[in-house]
């Protein structure tokens, strides 16, 4: 009977219902992440990615709960979640292994919790160097991450802030995603600059980056038991055996060692970190928790508060002028001035948003009425802009027989005009009434 339902499931579900779109930089540092893939994979079949995900869930069977959205999911982390749409991503596309672009290969080694980066994030020197190269920019997985705040290729921090709009959480916040350009405002992400990161930042990625880039070719998924058995030998080999002591070198609590230890607790990709730093052992050697293959000599590779340093300090308390503070917004205000979002003139102040509508309430809100006005402007400019390339783009495409969809204006515009569309979809419903 079981045996029966199961080939039903399988004839009902077509194999290869989407597209084998190839991951980008398999088993190398610069993996793409699952988010990147389901955009490119939805930007394949010219529809938007909420819709690639209700195509996933007819295949699938599944049912998404109401006001579903694709990008409110961690699709590149290791939660059961993940796991299902990798499954499933895998048996529709016909591609194997799509597991290895995200962190599930992991995930009874690292602990979920704070595994994950707390914003959308990216090196724009990568993205830039995708186009240069007449490349598709993506996503790396790496940017997802939560301990990553570095490229390793390019020195430098990820950013979190579009560089033309000045917004954070633009990178992939929506139901169209282009991988490299803001939902928002449809600026390229690698225009911007970013500054120098420190060497323990670099550090930090450049494991990250080993580890990801041995994920594909693991020949068996790393145990926690190993894991484990080889922490317990370090303490051993360090420390003669006394936790506490080792719990010590690498600056955490004595109580976080004994949950690893006596309660078979996982440890946090942080604690693993601080592990590697003060061994000498790279993160893949000891994820792998194999210590036969163990060098001897062990090395201290960064001191622990340049690697976590606000765990160790915290800033002190800033002191603001509002006098000056409420004048350098009012001068924003003057009708002359560049127009900016409150957070961005935050941001160049050195001061929260919260504070800047506390203590200067006023200058605050007209920036952000004026902010709101010009991306209205903007956006209508935009958008008539989009209107009058589709209007172009119609006649010849419906000349050929052809319907108008998000296939037939990528080819047509240039990859400057593309990246400045906006409704796309709302447009071209008008024009075929099914975007
Ligand atoms: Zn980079
Ligand atoms: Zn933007």
Redesign the pocket.
Known sequence: MKRQQNMNEELLIPRSLLNPVAPIGVGTPEVESMVSYFCRLALSHCISATKLGHTVERGMQWRLPDGWRWHAINLSGMSDTAHDWVCALSKLTSVENLASLTLLPWRDVIAEQGARATSAQW?P??LA?DRAAGATPYFRLSWDVGVVSA?S??K?RLVHACPDCGRANTRHNSIYVVPGWCTSCGGFLGAGDSEPATSAEIWIAGQLGATLSVQYSLTSRPSLAALLDGIRELVQRLDDGKSAKFARRIGLPKTNVHYWLSEGGTPRLSALLRIASQTGLTLPQLLAGNPTDWPDAYANIHDLDSLFPEVKKRAPRKVHDWDRIRAQLAALNDSSAVVVSVSEAARSLDVGVRQLYVHANEEARVLALRWNQHRQQLSAESRKKTRKIIERIYPEVAAKGKTLNLREIIAHVSKEDLSGLTGVYDILQEYTGNA
Request: one cysteine or more; a neutral charge; proline letters at 0%.
């Open positions: 090196c020197h990568c160097d490229c290729k390019h430098t």
